[in-house]
């Protein structure tokens, strides 16, 4: 980590703009945030991800791999406004990074590539945009691609995303040929040379004709979506270019349309008008309605004003060779070096040693942070990813970034003895750093367990420990992380839990039903509650302390299902009977009992064993098609869906995920190395040959 000793001033939050690179893999995130850098005089020399010289893509195995696979905020000025910009990771397997990313951003650049359009990673990073309310403007990248088409990439975001995109360039040229685009608001042409400068002028003839029906539809869309526009229109059949701009500007904040400029960042092609975009279209963290809380389980609001109490979430935590190093964004108030503030989670102080602004793996000394900046702090000690930093004579707590459940597991052990420790130091520092991973001891093996997103999340981690601590670590075969529901559930299955060992005895008696939650049309294993507990005992024949206690020891038998002891799922829960004894009863008694007879329901249901599934789109030569249609079958796989594309078939299929192990290499051999494919989790199916009543016990 390099630090830079000098100072930078803070800016006011009515000119920051706190933002994300969204995309699929390869779409071209991060090569776009280098450009943005250079542009902006952030850096003086272009860094490519196939050389391993970009800024945000840092780390040692981002640079073998040329993906990004850590989340990297820079910070840079353009047009008098600071610009807090985060390069997230396309693959599927680092999604959480992106989760907690948009938690913190308060507006996006979607970046598509002009040959796929949407590809599957960008509809899922689209959609947890969505879920977050981030306003979004679209990049449609690599123009000078064979095969690159503006008007296809428009029209998939329209289809796929269910969005309005309100295009506001045009091409000039194709494919090798594209050098410019056509400004639709100014009516300009702007044309770049190869060493990255443009110049304006007129549209050129032969584009005048189709630029003035191009920007007559951006005029007719945005009218329909924005009343002072429609207004404007319906009275001087034309909108004026102040008036687009702000219909523009509002119908972006609303997410009722999406901006959608083009261009090619690997050629220096588009980026100045992305960020003029950026600046005029996306909001400020004033723009945003106040960030909420809750204190004593009140809800408050904190406004970004910097005179306001102090409160920020941490969204990231590195361990450096140097120290921890904290990211946080500021929603109110302002910190400054060598205060103190308030974990209001953990209701811990922490005292702040330094601020730093962030630029990937270097940073920058300021001696404050103000609401709406997004900063890095040294000298907190214990704060973790999803804390609520505040003033301690305010506190408050902000909701965390949602963690999403661990699908596949791994062995993991030492080689040495000596190194055990060491292994478990390592492997508290990496949970530390990302939420999205777990440890833990099979109580049965004894072996130690990491479990993560996906075959890549795991590899990375591993080899993570290995670099980071100079551990050598014996991995065992990933496993997915199965589920047990029910089928068929049971009738009035009674419990009678009495135990008498001197002095005052346990009591309690229940009568309860099962039944699957999808028989009853309120969710299951694949959306919905996992679990649902209701009591209809009537004439108080079970005192509601104890009925609460019966719930909590039904929760307590869902951590091992008969199958295999896996975690029980989709399941219904009904209290119809119960008895209690005037000296013996107590709700330890009753959530004992509660649990046992739970337990007995469920060996005596037909149950059903959940396997992890995913969607997989593949995309190999068509001559290729057949071999890898028969190998997805042999996978299990179910087809969904096939499109021709340009040479190359595109196949959409349902795969478990147990199946997709060791699948890149079996592509490539089937493919001459010229297939590539993506997943992306679709939650639970049932496995195969489920398990009938009376086979259920382990």
């Not at 549209?203 to 951006?218: C, F, I, N, S």
């Amino acid at each position: 980590m390099r630090t830079e000793l000098h100072r930078q001033p803070t800016s006011p939050p009515t000119d920051v703009r706190n933002l994300g690179i969204l995309a699929h893999v390869d779409a071209g995130k991060t090569t776009v945030t280098e450009r943005i850098l250079y542009l902006t005089g952030a850096v003086h020399k272009q860094g490519e991800v196939h050389d391993g010289t970009t800024v945000t893509d840092f780390d040692s195995q981002e640079r073998v791999r040329g993906i990004t696979i850590f989340a990297a905020a820079v910070s840079c000025s353009w047009d008098g406004h600071r610009i807090n910009l985060i390069d997230t990771p396309g693959h599927v397997d680092f999604s959480d990074e992106v989760e907690r990313s948009l938690r913190v951003l308060d507006g996006a650049i979607a970046v598509f590539d002009a040959v796929a359009g949407v590809e599957p990673q960008s509809e899922s990073v689209w959609r947890q945009a969505d879920r977050h309310g981030v306003p979004r403007i679209a990049f449609v990248n690599k123009l000078d691609r064979a095969g690159a088409d503006l008007d296809t990439a428009v029209a998939s975001i329209r289809d796929r995303l269910h969005t309005v995109p309100l295009v506001v360039q045009l091409p000039i040229g194709s494919e090798d040929g594209f050098g410019g685009v056509v400004d639709l608001l100014r009516m300009r042409a702007l044309v770049w040379a190869d060493d990255g400068t443009f110049e304006e002028g007129r549209v050129p003839d032969a584009l005048r004709e189709e630029a003035l029906r191009r920007r007559r539809l951006l005029e007719e869309t945005a009218a329909e979506l924005h009343p002072a526009t429609l207004e404007e229109f319906c009275a001087e059949s034309s909108v004026s270019e102040q008036t687009l701009r702000a219909a523009l500007r509002d119908l972006t904040r609303t997410g009722e349309g999406v901006v959608v400029l083009c261009g090619s960042a690997y050629r220096n092609r588009g980026i100045e008008p992305l960020l003029e975009a950026v600046v005029a279209y996306l909001p400020s963290p004033l723009d945003v309605p106040p960030v909420r809380g809750t204190l004593d389980g009140a809800v408050q609001e904190r406004p970004a004003d910097p005179a306001a109490p102090f409160a920020a979430l941490v969204f990231k935590v590195n361990s450096t060779a140097t120290g921890r190093l904290t990211c946080l964004r500021v929603y109110s108030g302002t910190i400054r070096k060598g205060d103190t503030v308030l974990d209001a989670g953990a209701r811990r102080h922490e005292r702040v040693g330094r601020i730093l602004r962030v630029q990937a793996g270097r940073h920058t000394d300021v001696d404050t942070a103000v609401a709406g900046d997004i900063v890095a702090v040294i000298g907190l000690k214990a704060a973790r990813a999803g804390a609520t930093l505040c003033a301690p004579a305010a506190p408050l707590v902000l909701e965390p970034p949602d963690a999403a459940d661990p699908v596949v597991s791994v062995a993991v052990e030492a080689r040495r003895r000596t190194d055990a420790e060491r292994l478990v130091t390592a492997l508290a520092r990496l949970v530390e750093e990302d939420p999205s991973l777990a440890v833990r001891t099979d109580p049965e093996t004894g072996q130690t367990v990491l479990s993560g997103m996906g075959e890549l999340h795991l590899e990375v981690a591993v080899e993570k420990i290995r670099r980071a601590h100079e551990l050598e670590i014996g991995v065992g075969r990933p496993q997915v992380a199965y589920r047990e529901t029910v089928a068929r559930g049971v009738s009035g299955l009674v419990y009678r839990h009495v135990k008498q060992d001197g002095g005052a005895g346990q009591f309690a008696h229940v009568v309860i039903d099962t039944e699957p939650l999808g028989a009853t049309g309120d969710g299951g294993a694949d959306g919905g509650p996992d679990f649902v507990f209701r009591s209809t005992v009537v004439g108080g024949r079970v005192p509601q302390e104890h009925v609460r206690a019966v719930e909590a020891g039904c929760r307590d038998a869902l951590a091992e299902g008969p199958l295999g002891g896996h975690p029980v799922t989709g399941l219904r829960v009904t209290l119809t009977d119960g008895a209690t004894h005037s000296k013996d009863s107590s709700e330890m008694a009753f959530r004992t009992a509660g649990r046992f007879a739970l337990r007995e329901a469920l060996r005596a249901s037909a149950m059903v064993l959940l396997e992890p599934v995913a969607e997989v789109t593949v995309t190999v030569p068509d001559d290729a098609v057949g071999g890898v249609l028969g190998d997805l079958a042999a996978r299990r796989g179910r087809v969904s869906g096939s499109a021709a594309r340009a040479g190359t078939a595109v196949i959409t299929a349902t795969v478990p995920l147990a199946e997709l192990f060791g699948y890149a290499t079996r592509l490539r051999s089937r493919t001459q190395g010229r297939g590539t494919f993506t997943t992306r989790p679709t939650g639970y199916a049932p496995a195969p040959n489920p398990v009938s009543p009376g086979t259920a016990a382990r």
